[in-house]
């Protein structure tokens, strides 16, 4: 990790909200209007988002994994919307990582908030670890 990861970092990152994105929460999926944000892609873009940032603060050959994601989704985000996700680093311990979260859209402005934890990786151990587990299960085939 470089020196740069620090309490109080922050980053946002906005997303357009595309038919990939969205759930037709009432049965009716020619009625675009009833598509709204799906939970599962918020988190989804919440994840990438801190991915991304604490990437900027990683040396070579590390990453992030998430380990813990707390989200309270509070309005629907429409079809074609932009929201914004806004992470900030509440605390760093060790190589645990946790973020305060909150995405908003231009009309109801706060949509989501919580907490996301991550945890910063050596990727060739994490690597050498999946292939043993990949191993491990081939063997209970």
């Given amino acids: 990790m470089k020196d740069t990861l620090k309490t109080g970092l ?4 906005s997303f357009t909200i595309d038919r990939g994105r969205t759930i037709d929460f009432l049965g009716n999926a020619a009625d675009t209007s009833a598509m709204v944000y799906a939970t599962p892609a918020l988190i989804q ?3 990438q988002t801190c991915r991304d940032f604490l ?3 990683l040396e070579d050959g590390e990453d992030t994994l998430g380990t813990e994601v ?3 989704h509070l309005a629907p985000t429409l079809l074609g919307m932009s929201v914004e996700v806004s ?3 509440s605390e760093f311990k060790g190589r645990a990582v946790s973020l305060t979260i909150t995405a908003r859209d231009p009309v109801d402005d706060v949509v989501a908030s919580g907490t996301h934890e991550r945890f910063v990786i050596d990727i060739g ?3 050498d670890r999946l292939k043993q587990k990949a191993d491990a ?3 209970t085939s």
């Fill in 137 to 139: 299960f081939a063997q």
């Fill in 45 to 47: 873009d919440i994840e």
């Fill in 10 to 13: 922050k980053t946002v990152r």
């Fill in 70 to 72: 707390n989200i309270k």
């Fill in 125 to 127: 151990k994490t690597l």
């Fill in 55 to 57: 990437l900027e603060h």
């Fill in 87 to 89: 992470a900030e680093i």
